[in-house]
């Protein structure tokens, strides 16, 4: 089986940084992804981690540590628009195997 | 190109009834699923198929039924529709072997049974 695990809720300033961290325990591994829903909205992929480090794009970072077992989004010059859920989800080893959703962050960005 | 599309937006249901949520995409993906998403909650996966004639029971099957007769469509059946039922429901597809094997999600259905 698999686990993830986000915090629930986070607030940060407008333009400031922000580190969503993300913790799984999976049977298997092979690749994390983050994704980012608005309220009301659809997911939409925000990156997609397989292999240990940094993947920078844009204004957002993701880290993958597999060791560890963690992973976290990195959210530069935070803007208002920012403020949505964002989802951490795994996938174990199998090619076929559907994505395993954590229960998501709901960031709130204020002025 | 419209990606994935999702029937109907909204529903209300009462207890008993039955309806199918329907999803088609366009982008020749193999890979189809549908996931159940409660308020705070995560996505869960209800079922999937990897192709045309071939589903799979996913975290939370009680109560839905599925069918993948083409590659464009995965419609979702709910026979006896319960107050447990009501969630929003996305669909959404991806390309087998695709460089990061990205979701592409549907609008959302929003199911409220009664």
């Known amino acids: 089986g698999q686990n993830i695990d986000q915090p629930t809720e986070m607030t940060a300033t407008e333009g400031a940084i922000v580190q969503i961290n993300c913790t799984y325990q999976?049977?298997?591994?092979?690749?994390l992804f983050w994704y980012q829903q608005h309220a009301g909205e659809a997911p939409t992929f925000l990156s997609y981690n397989v292999l240990d480090g940094l993947e920078e794009k844009g204004r957002f970072s993701s880290f993958l540590s597999r060791s560890k077992g963690y992973s976290y989004l990195l959210l530069k010059e935070l803007q208002m628009k920012d403020s949505a859920s964002y989802l951490c989800a795994v996938r174990s080893p199998s090619g076929n195997t559907p994505l395993v959703f954590g229960k998501g962050t709901r960031l709130s960005v204020i002025a | 190109n419209a990606g994935v599309t999702q029937t109907p937006k909204f529903r209300i249901l009462k207890i008993g009834q039955s309806m199918t949520l329907q999803c088609t995409q366009d982008m020749n993906h193999n890979y189809m699923y549908w996931y159940r998403q409660d308020p705070g909650m995560g996505l869960k996966l209800i079922y999937y198929s990897v192709g045309a004639g071939i589903t799979d029971k996913g975290e939370v099957p009680n109560g839905y039924n599925v069918s993948r007769s083409t590659t464009e469509d995965f419609p979702l059946r709910l026979e006896l529709a319960a107050p447990s039922q009501t969630s929003v429901y996305f669909c959404?597809?991806?390309?087998?072997?695709?460089?990061?094997?990205?979701?592409?999600f549907g609008e959302g259905s929003r199911l409220t049974v009664l």
């Open positions: 959404a597809s991806r390309l087998a072997g695709g460089n990061t094997g990205e979701l592409f």
């Open positions: 999976t049977s298997g591994f092979n690749g």
